[in-house]
């Protein structure tokens, strides 16, 4: 793959090169949708691993560290779930035991997945940073937790900042706060907090702004269903697409429903692939296929009638037809008034060496 100037840069993550002349790198959000269930989540990466993307992602959070006693499952509209409280939902379904981790981290790793966390706070970042977790992300809603981000450039990671919910303020302060706490491996994730989120609130363009504008590279975290945005966001230049995946969509749960299901998630490596070789490298020249055609579908000059040998060819004498193996149409009026060395027959192309 050659170069794409819209993403220049590269940055290492685990034995990935992402940017520059690096193909997409497709990561996998398992995220709650192991349902609190060890074997579901390893099933994920298996499907993961068949499906062919990069990495596959966890999260990582205490829940009685982000959401208060008092708020109500409902605020959620969790109607799936029984517990008035949504920390109780968060405790006994969503939340990613902290003992799973080493367990998923190398199961994950010698799948040749790279194992991606998202991580709440501190503690955590040491945390997956003692695992061997090669990048940290700072997840949409955390885009205004200054310490956090602080914290996460510290670390010596690449750092994924996800903007879902973000002003351009927010942006922009998260990228300044990384590069001072002196970390220049950043990668913008354009998002849509909605989950789902619909295709007109996209504005996928915003990648071309984001690259334009903060000179990091920038992927996309999609929460929409299906993979049409993942596949145009490639096309616009994001160097990772992030989306989510369920063994089974209509299960109770959060991101069950936007998720992809496995034969999905397969489609989407293959149309991001497909992608990235129709997108090519935008050089204007002909390219292998079309030179193969054009000795068959071009035109030459060929004679418009019999012409004799030692005849003086005028440009009444000359026509142009297919194939394209003999003198191009522009060098018609060249000929005329060259002497034929032999007789030529009608349509047959005229060659330079047919002429004195």
């Known amino acids: 793959m050659t170069q794409n100037p819209r993403r220049s840069q590269n940055i290492i993550i685990g034995p990935k090169s992402v940017g520059g002349s690096a193909p997409c790198l497709v990561v996998a959000e398992i995220g709650s949708n192991h349902n609190r269930d060890l074997a579901t989540a390893k099933r994920l990466i298996d499907v993961c691993q068949q499906a062919g993307v990069d990495a596959v992602k966890f999260q990582f959070y205490t829940p009685d560290k982000i959401i208060p006693r008092s708020l109500l499952a409902k605020a959620y509209s969790w109607e799936a779930y029984s517990e008035k409280y949504a920390l109780d939902v968060f405790e006994h379904h969503i939340a990613t035991p902290a003992e799973w981790f080493p367990e998923l981290a190398q199961y994950a790793i010698v799948r040749d997945l790279i194992p991606f ?14 695992l061997g977790f090669p990048v940290l992300k700072l997840a949409s809603m955390e885009i205004t937790n200054v310490e956090l981000i602080r914290v996460l450039a510290r670390m010596g990671k690449p750092l994924i900042i996800s903007t879902g919910m973000g002003h351009l303020s927010d942006i922009d302060r998260a990228v300044r706060i990384a590069r001072e706490a002196g970390n220049n491996d950043l990668i913008l994730f354009h998002c ?25 590279l920038v992927g996309l975290s999609d929460h929409s269903r299906g993979f049409l945005t993942a596949v145009l966001a490639v096309a616009l230049g994001a160097c990772i697409v992030e989306k989510h995946v369920t063994l089974n969509r209509h299960q109770a749960g959060p991101d069950h429903h936007f998720a992809l299901e496995p034969g999905e998630l397969a489609e989407l490596v293959q149309n991001i692939r497909a992608t990235e070789a129709a997108l090519g490298i935008g050089t204007l020249a002909a390219l292998r296929a079309d030179e193969e055609k054009r000795s068959l579908y071009l035109r030459s000059v060929v004679a418009a009638r019999s012409l004799p040998a030692g005849h003086i060819l005028k440009t009444t004498d000359l026509t142009t037809k297919r194939p394209g193996s003999g003198i191009p149409p522009r060098f018609r009026e060249v000929i005329a008034g060259r002497e ?17």
């Open 340 to 356: 034929l060395r032999h007789e030529i027959a009608p349509d047959e192309p005229v060659h330079w060496s047919d002429l004195k």
């Open 192 to 216: 849509i907090a909605n989950y789902p989120a619909q295709m007109h609130e996209f504005n996928l363009r915003q990648i071309e702004t984001m690259l334009d504008c903060f000179d990091t």
């Open 117 to 130: 966390a998202a991580v709440h706070d501190q503690a955590w970042a040491v945390f997956a940073t003692k």
